[in-house]
């Protein structure tokens, strides 16, 4: 049986025989790279640089709440509002593959500059078995490329580290449990954030469209479901097709939003969550009443496997 003690012990121990000098860690407050950070906090103390970005495909009020997460755990951080850099450079980038890579890659970027200002040899992240797994690699099939491994560049400069590698999310989330971490709970959230809940183009109008629509799945989700009963991980995503609607008395032409919530234990298989009809209507109405641009909301049913749980 996983020992969560023991790991902590181990790992710290190890982080401070590793990290010989300064280290950066990307965090978005999830709780894989927040309990990465505290574990290298805890071996090497303020040589670490907590670092949040802002990318632009947060959800509603995310980097407000990170910050003040960071306060209360006396993290050494630094808040990077990069928006408008990440969504230019998705323009026209449809291939979801591409995303992450191009998502990866611009990480890189910006910690290696953070990295040079801070003077930090080290890059940190909370990388776990299934981000390796399933982007591929040896005799691995991708089925995604996760945009903290596949969109590493070949030649990256500062030495790669990463506490949590093969550990899976229930273990993590065991760790962060025994740490006191606030975020223990809290449903996954991919890297590349809502860039990839955006099928196809990406730009501001989309983003404000399906971050509104994302908020309206977590508050009805959970106003309706006691934090025991809530699915695994619960959210909208936008698609790019639009369909005949009816607003008031007028023909209307919108956008279709799909909301996904499941049940797993580590995110490598999920069932599709059998939600109760109530908050599907809930839902629905909200979203097509409060979001612009949107008539017609359906349920995703699909398993993992064949479907992965995000949509890109």
Not at 35 to 40: D, E, G, R, T
Not at 156 to 176: C, F, N, S, T
Not at 277 to 301: K, P
Request: hydrophobic content about 40%; some cysteine; charged content about 30%.
């Amino acid at each position: 049986m996983f020992n969560p003690e023991l790991f902590v012990s181990e790992s710290v121990e190890s982080l401070r025989n590793e990290i010989k000098g300064r280290a950066v860690i990307a965090c978005s407050g999830g709780v894989d790279s927040t309990v990465a950070a505290k574990l290298v906090e805890m071996a090497i103390h303020d040589k670490l640089m907590v670092v949040f970005v802002d990318t632009g495909f947060m959800r509603k009020n995310e980097a407000q709440n990170i910050e003040k997460m960071f306060q209360r755990m006396g993290f050494n951080y630094r808040i990077v509002r990069a928006a408008d850099e990440f969504i230019a450079m998705l323009s026209g980038v449809t291939d979801p593959e591409q995303k992450r890579k191009l998502i990866g890659k611009k990480f890189i970027d910006v910690f290696e500059r953070i990295a040079r200002e801070f003077g930090a040899e080290y890059l940190v992240q909370g990388t776990i078995a299934p981000d390796w797994i399933e982007s591929g690699g040896g005799l691995r099939d991708t089925i995604k490329s996760h945009h903290n491994v596949g969109g590493l560049p070949e030649q990256m400069k500062l030495k790669l580290v990463e506490p949590l590698r093969d550990l899976y999310k229930d273990e993590v989330r065991k760790i962060a449990r025994y740490l006191g971490i606030e975020t223990a709970e809290r449903q996954p959230f991919p890297g590349p954030g809502l860039a990839i809940r955006i099928l196809g183009e990406i730009d501001k109008e989309r983003l404000e469209i399906v971050r509104a629509a994302n908020a309206i799945v977590e508050e009805e989700v959970e106003r309706f479901y006691v934090p025991e009963e809530r699915p695994w991980q619960y959210f909208a995503v936008l698609l790019p097709i639009k369909s005949v609607g009816v607003h008031g008395d007028k023909r209307a032409y919108g956008y279709t939003v799909a909301v996904r919530m499941v049940e797993s234990l580590d995110g490598m298989t999920a069932a599709y969550f059998k939600a109760r009809h109530e908050l599907l209507e809930r839902i629905a109405n909200r979203i097509t009443t409060e979001v612009n641009s949107i008539n017609r909301v359906v349920y995703d049913i699909t398993n993992k496997p064949p479907g992965t749980i995000e949509w890109e």
